[in-house]
Each structure stands twice: as structure tokens, then as C-alpha cells.
């Protein structure tokens, strides 16, 4: 079952913009996590960020966590051609015996 | 750097016929999840592992799929017989015991069934 909801489903931007993508979840979690995965490889672990946290930044992303209102945001700034990738969203939900549970993800495309 | 290691990253395959994937996580790693990803949509948890335990199969469908992790170190999923239907990336993850954290994932198995 899939938890998390990415929105947009895909977003193309120009090389330099600020890309912002969404996830909302159902059930309350422990932390939420965001990935990337380029085109036919695996899944690479970005940042996680706790449910006692607000926000959280790593270089050029910037996540932010509502509780709440069960969403959290991914913010990529100054967007470059490397950046394009589909962008996945997983929780660990309370009581989950640490599984995770993922969106559909949002798939980036930077424009040079 | 330490990574989860799959074989092969690519298998095509006939329908009814067996087919094997295998991964070795990171060492001390005690967690282990395999997840199918249809391409498009997100990892679908199939099995996860806690050393040589399952801990959650129930999206497994186990009259034709089965995974084993005999010593609590590398797995194997085996798909016997082979559906058009399966054909997609199945993915190996693992974490650190206990811990609620980062997943590290392998590069997968293209696995296309004709």
C-alpha cells in the first residue's frame, strides 16, 4: 500500500529555478524521508527529517514537515541538469516495524 | 564506500519458467527489504527481513514468489513460474537494525518476462 502522495506527478523547469515538490501521508510517522532515483538505477536517500522537526537543509534542498496537516515539502534550489530524477517520498509510520512506505513520486525534468 | 550489491541487473525470462535474484546488503546491516517498482510508480514492499526473520510479507504473493535470508546476511527471490505480468525493477534495500532510518538500496534487476 502507498502511503505518501507526491505532487506534481512531474515538473519541468529551467536549469537555475527553484523546483518545489510536494507529499502528503495518512498515519501518523516517525520520520519522514525523501529519495532520489535516476532513470533505471536505484533509490538514493537524501535527507530524513524527524517528526519533531520543522525543517530541515543539505545543501541546496530544503525540506519542511507538517504534522499537522500530514505533508512535507521538498525544495531544490538553483536547479541544475543533474538534478533530473524522480523524487520519492517515504514514511515510517508508528508501529511499522521500520517500514517504509512510499509515494508515486514526482519526476523532474531540468531544461539547460 | 559499502553498498548493497544485486545480481543480475538484467533478466529476461519466458513465462512459466524460474527466475532468481539475488543481494547481499551491507555488512551489519540487519535489516533487508526487496521491493518491486513498476516503472512509474513507487517501491512496493514484497518482504522485509529482520536478520533471518520475516517480519512482513504480506505483499508477497507467495504461490509463485518466495525469499529467504538463511544466515541473516544475503537473500534470494526466486519467482517460479514467471508472469508477463512481473516484468519490472525489483529492488534490494537494507538499514541498520532497529533504526528507523536511511534505506540503502542496491541498483536492481531489470527483469523482463516475455
Known amino acids: 500500500s502507498q502511503q505518501g502522495e507526491e505532487d506534481p506527478q512531474a515538473l519541468s523547469i529551467q536549469e537555475g529555478e527553484n523546483a518545489t515538490m510536494n507529499c502528503s501521508y495518512k498515519t501518523s510517522i516517525n520520520n519522514l524521508q525523501w529519495y532520489r532515483q535516476n532513470s533505471g538505477r536505484g533509490l538514493v536517500h537524501l535527507i530524513l527529517i524527524r517528526s519533531n522537526e520543522r525543517e530541515k537543509h543539505s545543501g541546496r534542498l530544503r525540506v519542511t514537515l507538517d504534522t499537522s496537516k500530514k505533508s512535507s515539502s521538498l525544495l531544490i534550489t538553483a536547479s541544475r541538469a543533474a538534478d533530473t530524477a524522480s523524487y520519492f517520498c517515504?514514511?515510517?509510520?508508528?508501529?511499522?516495524?521500520?517500514?517504509?512506505?512510499w509515494g508515486a513520486g514526482t519526476k523532474l525534468i531540468i531544461k539547460p | 564506500e559499502a553498498e548493497v550489491a544485486q545480481s543480475p541487473r538484467y533478466k529476461i525470462t519466458e513465462k512459466s519458467q524460474a527466475v532468481a535474484f539475488w543481494c547481499d546488503p551491507i555488512?551489519?546491516?540487519?535489516?533487508l527489504y526487496w521491493y518491486r517498482q513498476i516503472l512509474g510508480q513507487g517501491p512496493e514492499l514484497l518482504v522485509q527481513f529482520q536478520d533471518e526473520s520475516v517480519v512482513d510479507d504480506s505483499q508477497l504473493p507467495k504461490d509463485r514468489f518466495s525469499a529467504e535470508r538463511l544466515k541473516g546476511v544475503d537473500s534470494t527471490l526466486k519467482i517460479q513460474p514467471a508472469e508477463l505480468g512481473d516484468s519490472a525493477m525489483y529492488l534490494c534495500a537494507s538499514s541498520r537494525a532497529g533504526n528507523s532510518g536511511e534505506a540503502f538500496f542496491g541498483q536492481g534487476t531489470r527483469l523482463t518476462v516475455v
Open positions: 517515504a514514511t515510517d509510520a508508528l508501529d511499522s516495524n521500520y517500514q517504509l512506505i
Open positions: 555488512s551489519g546491516h540487519a535489516t
